[in-house]
């Protein structure tokens, strides 16, 4: 028996989803009148990094080819070609990384930005979002068919999270005979579409709050719902969840102690955030730095005090240090264990990247000096796409980690006066230790932490 024609349609493939959202994002966005633009030709190399992905997907593609047993093919040939295509998307991916390394530090100097532009209204902008919202849950369900399962290693935390969420379900009678497998795919899907929905959240209320134009905000969302990387990694957890934290770190940076906590749980689930601690201290400098801190060693601390509970209370603890102290995946000065732009070079090159980059984070720490909220996103998205240069496990592929910022970053207005509140005498800490009795003693170390 046959389906109705009306319901037999078929998601579109990885490079059929790269070349209609280039066109459509060109027709949106684009500023026809003013062709030679900064946001034009950043709309542009948005798409650079995705030849790259697709290199990497036609190389695991002949790979399976080549491993199939059933199938009577040129094993070798299609290895050569394989190996070759995976090195020239590595290649790919670092050069489009660097590219949006030094676009993040070039904004850096660009004070000034023009407001936001878009060739359709508000209301268009609205609907266009909330069926890209659908069409994304839907790729999430029934998955692009070149698209591999997972890309790069999740972290134990969201594995140990996502195990706890299919035993929750497991419980429940509607679902209760679904295999494992269905769970698991159930799960994670839907955990997936709701840090999504999250990350949408997050760009309009920074669009709205902090940027004060909705139709930014808008704008900015669908640009987000439409890129190929998020149609591409739309079921990966540790891609989608960085992101997520670090832009609602951004979100609250009125806040220090609430984007403290923010960054300090992303460590403590994913560890790299702790990369961008530097130049968040350098913003708070003078404005809430001694709070940011303690609220981010907190929850760092307490998340992963959560987590090597998680693993005693099922004797996994040692067995999973062990593994992590073992990894060459963030360990510069060991020889790559899984696949990456490493695996074709000579790992000894990836020494001095490493100390590069760890001199650039160090000078997040003071330069630039005084810092507002638009020196803060590029440089955040500067910092985490460097980890991309030397990340030994497929380094150069996390592109959601990143792409909320640098969507901000390109749209951004004029935000030189973003900056922290500075404490004054209300501050709620001094108001909460006058009614203890200990505001003496406060006092002055409110104005030693500030």
């Not at 993040?104 to 209301?123: G, I, T, V, W, Y």
Request: hydrophobic letters at 55%; a positive charge.
């Amino acid at each position: 028996m046959f389906a109705s024609i009306f319901l037999d349609f078929t998601l579109p493939n990885a490079a059929t989803w790269f070349y209609f959202s280039f066109l459509l994002v060109l027709a949106l966005f684009c500023q026809w009148n003013r062709r030679f633009t900064l946001v034009n030709w950043d709309l542009v190399a948005l798409f650079l990094i995705v030849p790259g992905l697709l290199s990497l997907q036609e190389a695991h593609a002949l790979k399976a080819l080549a491993n199939n047993p059933d199938m009577n093919w040129d094993v070798d040939r299609l290895l050569n070609r394989s190996s070759r295509m995976l090195w020239v998307g590595y290649i790919w991916l670092m050069a489009s990384s660097a590219f949006w390394f030094f676009r993040c530090l070039a904004d850096l100097a660009l004070e000034q930005r023009s407001p936001f532009h878009s060739n359709l209204n508000l209301q268009g902008l609205t609907c266009l979002a909330i069926v890209m919202f659908v069409a994304l849950s839907t790729v999430a369900i029934r998955r692009l068919p070149d698209t591999p399962a997972q890309v790069g290693r999740g972290p134990v935390a969201l594995s140990r999270v996502k195990e706890g969420a299919m035993t929750i379900v497991s419980y429940q009678p509607a679902i209760a005979d679904l295999s494992d497998a269905d769970r698991e795919f159930w799960v994670e899907r839907g955990v997936a579409i709701a840090l999504h929905a999250g990350v949408v959240i997050g760009l309009l209320v920074v669009g709205v709050v902090q940027f004060r134009n909705p139709t930014a905000a808008v704008g900015i969302v669908c640009l987000y719902l439409m890129l190929p990387y998020t149609g591409y990694h739309v079921s990966q957890l540790h891609h989608v969840w960085p992101g997520l934290l670090i832009l609602w770190a951004v979100a609250a940076y009125r806040r220090p102690l609430i984007s403290g906590a923010i960054l300090g749980v992303a460590t403590g689930t994913v560890f790299f955030p702790i990369l961008v601690f530097p130049l968040w201290f350098g913003f708070y400098r003078g404005r809430g730095t001694g709070r940011f801190t303690l609220a981010f060693l907190l929850t760092a601390l307490i998340t992963l005090g959560i987590v090597a509970l998680i693993l005693s209370s099922s004797g996994d603890l040692k067995k999973y240090v062990k593994i992590a102290l073992s990894l060459s995946d963030w360990q510069a000065w060991k020889a790559p264990q899984t696949e990456s732009i490493w695996r074709g070079a000579h790992w000894a090159y990836r020494m001095p990247v490493f100390v590069v980059y760890l001199a650039f984070v160090l000078l997040t720490f003071f330069w630039p000096s005084p810092r507002n909220l638009g020196h803060v996103i590029a440089q955040t998205a500067a910092v985490i796409i460097g980890v991309q240069f030397w990340y030994a496990d497929q380094g150069g592929v996390y592109v959601l980690w990143y792409l909320p910022l640098l969507l901000l970053m390109v749209f951004r207005p004029t935000l030189t006066e973003a900056r922290p509140p500075a404490l004054n005498e209300e501050d709620w800490v001094r108001r909460a230790a006058r009614r203890a009795g200990i505001h003496r003693g406060v006092d002055p170390l409110v104005k030693t932490i500030a």
